[in-house]
T-cell receptor, first 114, second 113 residues
């Protein structure tokens, strides 16, 4: 079975631009979470979506937004890019949002902001 | 507040045993995860502990003490391919938080021949 997939693999943008990152969860998984991982640090939680609704939000500015589609895939949008947004963006999927669910990560999108 | 602490770096020899510690201070507890992350790749799930004690899975074992806010990952019979970053994460508590994993900074393990 295919794991979590993300696109694109790499992306280079300039300050002030907008970016859209995409994620397809493992088949049968209905929840998607987004994380930002800066080099040398652990991932930081941005959003969780379940059944197309936002179920959790991390401490990120309003420039970050996301949505989930009827097929459970998801997009992360970042507006007005800053140099500090350069990071690996990870998507993780899980069956649901319950206390026993394990999150499985995709390969990530490496975003570089110049 | 929530805080997860792990050593930044560790070095061990091929064939040896290494223990990677993780301490956490969180408001409530809802499970602890260990992930392995090779450079430039996605984190891969290793283990999950929600009750006190040791969980063994092949060469890898994970231990949890909720009263001490402490966990460790034990890697036996180290192989060169075990060189990676090991991430400790706790699950958020309460409505809107169960899908949130709070990660430590990761421990970079280097296995030497």
């Amino acid at each position: 079975d295919a794991g979590v997939t993300q696109s694109p693999t790499h992306l280079i943008k300039t300050r002030g631009q907008h970016v859209t990152l995409r994620c397809s969860p493992i088949s049968g998984h209905k929840s998607v979470s987004w994380y930002q991982q800066v080099l040398g640090q652990g991932p930081q939680f941005i959003f969780q979506y379940y059944e197309k609704e936002e179920r959790g939000r991390g401490n990120f500015p309003d420039r970050f937004s996301a949505r989930q589609f009827p097929n459970y895939s998801s997009e992360l949008n970042v507006n007005a890019l800053l140099l500090g947004d350069s990071a690996l963006y990870l998507c993780a999927s899980s069956l649901r949002t319950g206390d026993t669910d394990t999150q499985y990560f995709g390969p990530g999108t490496r975003l570089t902001v110049l | 507040g929530q805080n997860i602490d792990q050593p930044t770096e560790m070095t061990a020899t091929e064939g040896a045993i290494v223990q990677i510690n993780c301490t956490y201070q969180t408001s409530g507890f809802n499970g602890l995860f260990w992930y392995q992350q090779h450079a430039g790749e996605a984190p891969t799930f290793l283990s999950y502990n929600v009750l006190d004690g040791l969980e063994e899975k092949g060469r890898f074992s994970s231990f949890l003490s909720r009263s001490k806010g402490y966990s460790y990952l034990l890697l036996k019979e180290l192989q060169m391919k075990d060189s990676a970053s090991y991430l400790c994460a706790v699950r958020g508590v309460g409505s809107g938080n169960t899908g949130k994993l709070i990660f430590g900074q990761g421990t970079t393990l280097q296995v030497k021949p």
